[in-house]
């Protein structure tokens, strides 16, 4: 929904919030939160993946991957 726009908008910050890993991942388990991160005219995951190798954040590195392990569990119609 709109409330995922500040979210990825974070994530383009130099040094994005540490916490913003593990609420991606926590959002991710939902289903809204699960299509808003697939929605292609944000281009998400492709903002996501360079984080999956981010040395700053090891929480925020797991955060990140474990909110795109959860999108693979959406389905579509």
Not at 6 to 34: D, I, K, V, W, Y
Request: overall charge positive.
């Amino acid at each position: 929904g709109p409330g995922m726009a500040p979210l990825l908008r974070a994530l383009g910050e130099p040094r994005p919030p540490p916490q913003l890993g593990p609420l991606l991942c926590n959002l991710s388990q939902l289903p809204e939160g699960r299509r808003g991160l697939l929605d292609r005219s944000r281009r998400s995951v492709q903002r996501l993946l360079p984080f999956t190798q981010y040395q700053d954040s090891a929480v925020h590195r797991r955060g990140i991957v474990g909110a795109l392990r959860n999108c693979c569990f959406e389905h579509g119609e």
